[in-house]
């Protein structure tokens, strides 16, 4: 793995993926990590009527900061670079799109987030995923 995309969304599995990568590097060493958060788009028009877009885009901002700080604290105790992204929208596209855009070749998830309190076994997120890229996917559970 050269080029790793870890898609973090604040849960525990994220963060196993996250330490999964600094136990990688430890054996292997060096590679290039992105972080990749991605936030609902708000599309409420009762929201998007008493806020302005600025308000709107701190709140993705923060609400990102929050998903990403314990990632970020993992790789920066252990010394490992990684580069940290937001986006809005759909978090399976953004994935896809993130990864080409930045040629990763694996991407590194937990088999649940968040979201993952209707599936048995996966994630839908992890599934959809699993479906979209054409890259090694490895999930950590």
């Known amino acids: 793995m050269k080029n790793v ?11 196993r993926a ?15 990590i992105h972080l990749l958060n991605v936030q609902q788009p708000i599309v409420s028009g009762t929201v998007t009527a008493f806020f302005d877009a600025d308000a709107i885009q701190e709140y993705y901002q923060d609400e990102s900061k929050v998903a990403l700080s314990e990632a970020e604290a993992v790789l920066d105790k252990a010394g490992v670079v990684y580069q940290s992204a937001l986006r809005v929208g759909n978090i399976t596209e953004w994935i896809k799109t993130y990864a080409s855009e930045q040629r990763c070749d694996h991407i590194v998830m937990g088999s649940r987030g968040l979201g993952a309190a209707g599936s048995l076994l996966l994630g839908s ?4 995923v699993l479906h979209a890229v054409h890259v090694p996917v490895v999930l950590v559970n």
């Open 5 to 15: 995309l870890i898609p973090v969304d604040g849960s525990g599995n994220a963060l």
């Open 18 to 32: 996250v330490r999964y990568m600094v136990d990688y590097v430890r054996e292997h060493g060096p590679c290039s």
């Open 125 to 128: 997120v992890t599934l959809k």
